[in-house]
């Protein structure tokens, strides 16, 4: 996942994307172009968008989920303490989820 500042040319960042393998292409309610690659390709992919001179203002290989989970307030309230309690344990390293609801920071 790259994003881009608002200031980012969306044209020819869009373009350079494309050519160089994205996946996916969203721009976010902050207005930052948000672009999405294979983890794969993801160091081939920033090489050319630093040689393009394009200003990065965020980039790393993460899970994104391909599909999201919208739970109701009564799941919720019982997935969440556990999603937490996982989180505090020295044994694990990350926790991943694919819930929507933003009353949990994952």
Request: include cysteine; proline fraction near 5%.
């Amino acid at each position: 996942m790259v994003i881009f500042s608002e200031s980012a040319d969306e044209g020819a960042v869009m373009e350079m994307a494309m050519s160089a393998g994205a996946e996916n292409l969203e721009i976010s309610q902050q207005g930052k172009l948000i672009i999405y690659c294979p983890p794969d390709v993801f160091g081939e992919f920033l090489a050319t968008i630093k040689s393009n001179e394009l200003q990065v203002e965020f980039a790393e290989v993460a899970r994104i989920p391909r599909s999201r989970l919208d739970l109701d307030e009564s799941i919720l309230g019982k997935v969440i303490p556990l999603i937490e309690s996982l989180k505090e344990r020295d044994d694990i390293d990350v926790v991943n989820s694919d819930l929507t609801n933003p009353t949990i920071n994952i």
